[in-house]
């Protein structure tokens, strides 16, 4: 493998890093220009607004979620039977009796 192929890979990294520098560094500056315009400070408070909707719209959720797990609950301890019901062991079985000549099959 050729020196020069070797490298490739690594110049093509240092470029993306390069170009990625850049692009974020021009991001910030036009965020920094945007907020100091009516305009940007309009969307920075529409941004805050909606993630506060969010935020309020998650809490209702997660409460009521665990409202109804607490209703069921108990109900579940409600509907659950006082007293243990008993269970009655079946009859026993008679003893089979072999029919012999001594012996007669009682009726």
């Known amino acids: 493998m050729s020196p020069m192929r070797k490298t490739a890979g690594r110049k093509a990294a240092a470029t993306r890093k390069r170009n990625a520098a850049k692009r ?32 309020a719209a998650r809490t209702r959720v997660r409460r009521g979620a665990a409202r109804k797990t607490a209703a069921t609950r108990a109900r579940k301890k ?27 099959i009682p009726e």
């Open 24 to 55: 974020q560094a021009a991001a910030k500056k036009a965020a920094s220009t945007r907020k100091g315009r009516t305009a940007g400070k309009k969307a920075a408070a529409t941004r805050k607004r909606r993630a506060a909707g969010q935020k």
């Open 78 to 104: 409600e509907a659950a039977p006082v007293q243990p019901v008993q269970v009655q062991a079946p009859p026993a079985p008679e003893p089979q009796v072999q029919a012999t000549p001594e012996t007669s």
